[in-house]
């Protein structure tokens, strides 16, 4: 074997400080989105009830509808990015410094592999665990343990499941999240034990970033800080240990302001500071994740779906209601060859698909349901799409009466690509009976790689449009537009 120098070369430095920051943007921002549903389930009905960790104190009304809106808890600033009720902003910010501390960590790893530096935490043997026991049990009695290289055995124990165990899994279990890699892969997110399984795991997996950065914090001052701040910052114990204190408070007080920083622009400049996010990152989270075909077939219904959004009020569709929908209507217009209007049976008498899938909303909660309905592309193809159109326009009667301060009816834009995959369905049936109220009767889209927020309830009409930068704030939907400056790609 090589023979290790007892120094840090500059880049365990660099990487290092860059872990650092961009963990603490990481575990902040993650706090955030925990906000929008905080409870964890291992089963993916997330029946009421069923959590096995509950953050949220409040009790849902027994006698009337409630959704799981209601079930958000804005958080303070000082442990979530940015805090308040920003799901969509603390989205942004994970997903720009997940990339951000991936680069920093493939950067890192490659370069320990390319140099001797990956005996450092790769154990040699399984005497690693009687070791590091001892190691452990010296602590307890207040001895230092005697170190022969850099690390001692607990140490090098600890840093190696750090990064060969805890980060892996912490990345397969985020990725597993995704809408759009459970629809395509369910077997993979199955190893989670599903969807909850999975979020929940990415859970204890920051409980135990934190975990470690308290004891790794309190070692450091056991140690002696001078000493522990003059190999990390300079890189070797016999450099000067003030300027290394000076410098290494420079650098946490750095990663501070850089988080103080990062929420006052996004609560104050939520706008800009949502397009800076996107720079780069918008398009590989399409590339991952906007092309995935949804092969769900669960076969399983949850007893007691959550809804999102409630019913209409307006008067057209308390009209429909009370007529069973007899005179309703769904239009097909815009950029097409034939515009087209159907009524309900016309619908049903169209080829009909039926799909067994998981619903997943950006909050956070899932359930099973099975759906039937007409195929986007059957429609398509009756009314024929011109050249030139390029997205769905899907508007409904909802006009969100719950929200008054927030403008207009509600609506999402989808693309041509998505529309013609195989699980796209414009919806009449839940769980083999006609559309209930709440899950947005009578027509509802089904987007089985999207998250929930997409797949808009009551709909009305289909429009062809090239381009829906002038409909509401231009964002390409209505929760997109107003509530919480969503990232474009619904697929994560
Ligand atoms: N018209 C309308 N459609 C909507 C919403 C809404 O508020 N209004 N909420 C969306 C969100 S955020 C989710 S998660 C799903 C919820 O579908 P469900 O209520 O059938 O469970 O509907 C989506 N479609
Ligand atoms: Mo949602």
């Known amino acids: 074997m090589e023979q290790l120098s007892v120094e840090f070369p500059l880049w365990v430095r660099l990487t290092h400080f860059f872990n650092f920051l961009f963990l603490s943007l990481l575990v902040r921002s993650g706090i955030e989105i925990i906000g929008a549903h905080p409870r964890f389930y291992w089963n993916d009905h997330c029946e009421p009830g069923s959590e096995w960790l509950n953050f949220l104190k409040k009790k849902m009304p027994r006698n009337k509808l409630w959704t799981a809106e209601d079930e958000i808890k804005p958080l303070n600033s000082w442990v979530a990015l940015p805090g308040g009720n920003n799901l969509g902003m603390g989205r942004h910010w994970h997903y720009w410094s997940v990339i951000g501390w991936l680069i920093c960590g493939l950067f890192y790893v490659s370069m320990m592999w390319l140099s001797p530096h990956w005996q450092r935490l790769v154990p040699a043997s399984w005497e690693i665990f009687p070791r590091a026991w001892k190691t452990f049990l010296a602590y307890l009695s207040f001895e230092m343990p005697q170190n022969k290289g850099l690390f001692n055995p607990l140490q090098k124990l600890s840093y190696f499941c750090l990064v060969y165990v805890l980060t892996p899994i912490q990345i397969l279990s985020g990725i597993a999240m995704a809408p759009a890699i459970s629809g395509r892969f369910p077997a993979f997110v199955a190893l989670f034990g599903g969807r909850q399984g999975a979020r929940s795991v990415h859970f204890i997996g920051l409980l135990l970033y934190l975990l470690f950065f308290v004891v790794h914090l309190f070692m450091v001052f056991v140690h002696g800080f ?213 899950h947005g009767a009578p027509l509802r889209l089904r987007l089985e790689s999207q998250l929930g927020y997409k797949m808009a309830k009551y709909v009305s009409a289909i429009e062809l449009v090239e381009d829906f930068s002038h409909l509401g704030k231009g964002q390409g939907g209505w929760r997109d537009d107003v509530l919480n400056y969503f990232v474009k790609t619904a697929g994560i």
């Open 226 to 438: 001078g000493k522990g701040m003059a190999r990390i910052v300079l890189g070797s114990e016999s450099k000067p240990h003030d300027i290394a204190v000076f410098l290494g408070l420079a650098g946490i007080l750095l990663v501070v302001l850089i988080n103080v920083v990062a929420t006052y622009a996004s609560l104050k400049h939520t706008f800009r500071m949502k397009k800076f996010l996107e720079l780069g990152v918008d398009s590989l989270l399409r590339f991952f994740f906007h092309h995935q075909r949804s092969v769900q077939n669960h076969q399983k219904t949850s007893p007691t779906p959550r809804a999102n959004g409630r019913p209409p009020k307006n008067e057209l569709f308390q009209h429909h209601l009370q007529h069973n929908f007899r005179d309703f209507r769904l239009k097909l217009y815009g950029l097409v060859e034939t515009p087209l209007a159907f009524n309900l049976q016309e619908l049903k008498a169209l080829p009909k698909e039926e799909q067994s899938t998981l619903h997943i909303c950006i909050q956070g909660w899932s359930y099973y349901a099975q759906w039937g309905g007409v195929h986007l592309k059957t429609l398509l193809d009756l009314c024929r799409p011109l050249p030139k159109a390029k997205y769905l326009v899907f508007h409904t009667m909802d006009e969100k009466w719950e929200h008054p301060e927030d403008e207009g009816y509600y609506y999402e834009v989808i693309d041509l690509e998505l529309a013609c995959k195989p699980q796209s369905l414009l919806a009449y049936e839940m769980n083999r009976q006609p559309l209930p109220l709440e």
